[in-house]
């Protein structure tokens, strides 16, 4: 049981990775700067999931708190920036 765990926790880890490199790819291809900003988004939010597994591999609770406050933070600014390109701010 704990080896087929430990393969579905691989899988979904390396998955994650490939999720990071194509936003990465689309941060910087991105034609324009929506575009760029949704990348940057779904980039944080696969960040988020990395400190998740990292504090789910480490048995550590106090990540799942740093995945909190980066997620808050990761909000507000895409907020901001939103609120920026459509000329609000």
């Known amino acids: 049981m704990a080896e087929t ?5 691989c899988i ?3 998955t994650t990775l490939v999720a990071m ?3 990465f790819m689309r941060f910087l291809v991105g034609p324009t700067s929506p575009d760029r900003v949704v990348a940057l988004d779904t980039m944080t939010i696969v960040g988020i999931v990395l ?5 789910l591999r480490a048995n550590r609770i ?6 909190l406050v980066y997620g808050l933070l990761s ?3 895409v907020v901001a920036v939103a609120r920026y390109l459509e000329g609000g701010l």
């Open 21 to 23: 490199v194509m936003a």
């Open 62 to 67: 106090i990540y799942l708190d740093v995945a």
């Open 51 to 55: 400190i998740v597994f990292v504090s």
């Open 5 to 9: 765990a430990h393969l579905i926790f």
């Open 12 to 14: 979904s880890y390396y």
């Open 75 to 77: 909000f507000l600014g």
